[in-house]
């Protein structure tokens, strides 16, 4: 379907959407999302099930860095920004910015995701470890859950910006960068849920 779209005049307004093929991937990533949704509200469901469970660990209050955790935060929505500015540039067909934005996205969350494992490193020498309490497994299984797909993310930008380093915005690309977009936004909406629920509420009991 590629072949249908004129492009002798420059790229359509919305190339990630402009030819089938695009189209598809833009309703497959939301079918994905929405799997991955109702699979995070289950770990929360989890969560919130088993959080006062602290047998004689650690409880949240006596652990959780709240400054760090903000600082994790910013970083991460900020990423969510530079995301869509990268999306911004693909539209105007600049890839420069394209790819200039996408790298500080991956910059973002890498340094995201070396806080994280920095902070379970430090909850661990004080004491909690995955199998200390209830509380302990299902922290670290679902904030882990999130990191997991942080690094996933983190692979898949990387993957897209090495193999198209040259290629331009293309009809074919576009739809992939686009998509990557969303799965960015996805992941850092379920932090500001894990924020809330899980620090939060744990500092605040």
Same mark, same amino acid.
């Given at each position: ?31 994905? &999302?929405?799997?991955? $949704?109702?699979? %995070? *509200?289950?770990? !929360?469901? #989890?969560?919130? /099930? @088993? ?76 004491? &909690?470890?995955?199998? $200390?309490?209830? %509380? *302990?497994?299902? !922290?670290? #299984?679902?904030? /882990? @859950? ?60």
């Amino acid at each position: 379907m590629a072949d249908s779209v004129d492009v002798s005049k420059g790229l359509p307004a919305n190339p990630e959407k402009a030819t089938l093929d695009g189209k598809n991937k833009f309703l497959g990533m939301f079918v994905f &999302l929405a799997g991955e $949704t109702t699979m %995070f *509200a289950t770990f !929360f469901g #989890t969560y919130l /099930g @088993l959080r006062s469970g602290t047998a004689d660990g650690p409880v949240a209050a006596d652990i959780f860095q709240l400054p760090l955790v903000f600082i994790m935060t910013m970083i991460l929505l900020t990423s969510s920004l530079t995301s869509v500015l990268a999306t911004f540039a693909m539209k105007k067909n600049q890839f420069g910015k394209l790819k200039f934005w996408m790298w500080m996205t991956f910059l973002l969350g890498a340094t995201f995701l070396g806080l994280e494992i920095y902070e379970f490193v430090e909850y661990y020498e004080h004491g &909690l470890g995955y199998t $200390t309490s209830a %509380f *302990a497994s299902s !922290f670290y #299984t679902l904030v /882990g @859950l999130h990191g997991a797909h942080v690094l996933f993310g983190l692979g898949w930008i990387l993957l897209l910006l090495l193999r198209n380093r040259k290629a331009g915005i293309t009809l074919t690309n576009a739809p992939k960068f686009y998509a990557f977009s969303l799965y960015w936004h996805f992941i850092d909406v379920v932090w500001v849920f894990i924020f809330t629920v899980v620090y939060l509420m744990g500092i605040g009991g």
